[in-house]
C-alpha cells in the first residue's frame, strides 16, 4: 500500500524519529558538558549541530517547515547559534539557556506564529 501523496513514505518518517532522537541526544551531552561533565564540548555541539540540519533537511524535504517562515528562519538561527558554541566557549552556557527556551517557545506557538512569513 502506498502512501497519500501528501504523506512521505515510513522511512522517512523513521528517519525523522532517528534524527530527532540523535539531536535529543546531542542536546542532552552538550548541556551535560556545559554544566561540568568532563567531556569536550565540541562532541556535543558537533552531534547537535549534524542531527538539528539532518532535521531541518527531511522537514524541509516532506514540506514540513519552509525556510522563509519564522520557524524555518529560528532554525537557521538556532544551528548558526550551536555552530558559534562550538567555537567561541565562553558564551556557550548563555547561547545554551536561550536556545533551549526559543526552541520551546517557537515549536510549542500557534501553527499561525510558526508559519508566519514576513510580508504576506
Known amino acids: 500500500m502506498t502512501p497519500p501523496a501528501d504523506k512521505p513514505a515510513a522511512w522517512r518518517r523513521w528517519l525523522g524519529i ?17 554544566h561540568g ?12 549541530l549534524l542531527s538539528g540540519a539532518g532535521l531541518l533537511a527531511v522537514e524541509w524535504a516532506d514540506a514540513r517547515i519552509r525556510l522563509t517562515e519564522l520557524a524555518g528562519a529560528v532554525a537557521w538561527l538556532k544551528l548558526a547559534a550551536v555552530a558559534w558554541m562550538a567555537l567561541d566557549s565562553s558564551s556557550a552556557l548563555a547561547l ?25
Open 37 to 48: 561533565a568532563p567531556l569536550d564540548l565540541r562532541i556535543g555541539a558537533v552531534s547537535t
Open 96 to 120: 545554551f539557556w536561550l536556545l533551549l527556551m526559543v526552541s520551546g517557545l517557537v515549536s510549542h506557538a500557534p501553527r499561525r506564529l510558526r508559519h508566519w512569513r514576513p510580508g504576506r
Open 18 to 34: 532517528g534524527l530527532r532522537c540523535a539531536h535529543l541526544a546531542g542536546v542532552v551531552l552538550l548541556g551535560a558538558t556545559l
